[in-house]
Structure formats: C-alpha cells, structure tokens
C-alpha cells in the first residue's frame, strides 16, 4: 500500500444538509479498498476483503480484529459498515467529509476519533490527509483518504511483536495507530520549523536575490496553519482518551496514550515557534524591500548629483550671448570637458569622503 493514489479533481458535493446517505466530498479519487487484520497471541492473519456487504462478523471475541479502509469514494459500503458497528448515519457523514472538525467521542460500546495527518512527501510536498478511528471492545476501524502508508508501521509492530502488542487488547492497537499519526505530525512540525528558519538565514542575507521570497513565506505560512489546525484541536480533544475511568481503554494502555498528548504538545509548542518566526519573516521582508529600494533610492541620488555642476557647467556655455570670451579660445572646447570631468570627479570623491553611499 506504497501508492498514495492522489489524483485530484474538482470538489464533490456538500454534506451540511442532513440526510439518509451522504458522499464523499474529498478531491482523491482512490478506489475503495479493505484490509482484515486479525491477531492474538497465537496468530496473525492478513488479508484483503472484496465483494463483501457484512463486516460485523468478521470481528472474532477470540482475537483483536483490525479493519482498514484505504479510499472513502464508495460512500455507501463505509456507511453501511458504520452503522452496521452501532454509530449512527451522521458518523458516517463525518468520516466522509475531510473538511469536518477534529473530534473524540466516546460512547459505552464505542468511541469515534477524527483527526487530520499532515506529511511532506518525497518530493518536499506538503499534503493533508483526512482519518477516522472507530475504537469497540474487540476491533479497531481505521480510515483514510488514500493509500497512505501512515500504517504500514503499525502492521509492521504487530508483525514482530512490539511492546507485546499481540498479547495486548483493541485500545493498544488503536494507541499505536494514534502514535504514529503524532510522529508523523512532529516530523511535519520539524520540517516546517526547519525550512523557516533556512528562510531567516537567507533573509539576512540582503545581497540574496529575495524577489519571490514573499510568495514563499506565504507558502509557508498555509502549511503552519493547516498543521495547527489539526493538532490544537486534536490536543483538546485528547484528553477524553486519557480518562482513568474509560470504558474502553485499560490503566495499563493508558501510558501509551500519555506518549501521544506529549508528542502533540511539543508539536503545539513548535507552532507557536512557528508563528513567531512567520511573524519575523514577514516584518523582515519588507524591511529588505524598504533596504533595497532607499539603496537604488542612493545610487540615483549619487548620479543625479555629479552631474548636477556638469549641468551647471553646460547651461552657462549654452546661453546666447554675443560677447563670451571663451568662444574665441584655442582650447576652450577641451577646457571645458576637463572643468567638467574635474568637478564631476570632484564632487564624486566628496560624498565617497563623506561615506554616503
């Protein structure tokens, strides 16, 4: 599951209004597709599901059973399989709108998470991708917009055995998927941290061609918002899943979960760091344009000025009087281009004296 299968197109639908059936209203095009993990301490089976209407009895009381929903384009099949788990129709209108607000609900049978992952990809590319996670006693659901490999890791731990995961029950399952959407939120703060403080060193730099460094702050600027608009609702809302007395969560699950809010909370500080040099960036951008326009400002001043007595010079010889004695010189045409040179050069060492440019 490599392939993010990110094609875009134009934006669906709303789902605003209530109703029986809602779509997906995402601009990726990611054909559905199912993945059934199961596992206990003694197995661990994989496989894909295809042509299946029912999804209730696939979950086993003898094993944790793990449901992955790569692409949200067949809205009908992830509503059914919703409400088929015991949410209701408009739970289903959340999971199929990326636009809806970051949110935990727990309920006595179930719990309900939707959050966002923010990710640069190979290419430098900063991506937004929108999830869900359902939580019941024996089963986690996940879901996502594409092929995103956010998981694969989580496979991956449950293949060797991490931290005894196997041994462990649903909520452990669901606190490492949980882990993994917050590093991959901490790695996304980092990078973008990184990359503005490159652009300070840079911006100090006034003999750097900065011509499009304002569209690259805003740039910037877009990818810190959309990083702080899913992690500070998201760190509100955590601490529902950190309750002692949770119904679907164990005491001995919940330092895992504890790692997660602190790796959220060094992310809402790197934002702040964030604000604080988008803050800077632009202040110190338009100093720079200020900077480079008094010095072009400068150097025309500086020519305007020495030819300012040349000008002198040429308005005096240019009058039309009919008695001028340096009309009738030998050398007057010479004298007066080296009068010329001598005060422009002159008046150039005089400001060079005086250091005012």
Known sequence: MKNRGR?????????????????YTGELETKTGIRLVQYNSEMLEVK????LTLFAPLVNSKCVSWIHVSGLTEASLITSMVKEFGLHNLDAKDILTPEHIVKVEVFDNHMLIILNDCFYDTNGEFHKEHLSLILTKNAVISFTESNSPLFDATLSALQNNLLGI???????????????????????ASRIEDMLEDLE?????IKKNQLNFGEIIQGKRREYMT????????????????????????????PLFRDANDQLQYVTQSMEGCREIISSLV????????????????????????????????????MNFKWMPELNWQYGYLI??????LSGILTWLYMKRKDWY
């Open 7 to 23: 094609v875009h197109s134009k934006k669906k639908g709303s789902n605003l209004r209530l109703s029986d059936s809602y779509t």
């Open 48 to 51: 894909d599901i295809t042509n």
């Open 166 to 188: 196997c041994d462990r029950k649903a909520d452990t399952l669901l606190a490492f998927l949980l882990n993994h959407v917050t590093v991959s939120l901490v790695d996304s």
């Open 201 to 205: 060193e840079q911006l100090l730099d």
């Open 227 to 254: 990083i702080k608009k899913s992690v500070l609702p998201l760190k509100e809302q955590f601490g529902k899943l950190l309750i002692i007395n949770n119904p679907l969560i164990n005491k001995d699950t919940l």
């Open 283 to 318: 202040d110190l951008y338009i100093s720079n344009n200020d900077l480079r326009m008094n010095a072009i400002m400068k150097r025309l001043t500086v020519v305007s000025t020495i030819f300012i007595p040349l000008t002198f010079l040429a308005g005096i010889w240019g």
């Open 336 to 341: 007066a281009w080296g009068l010329m040179l």
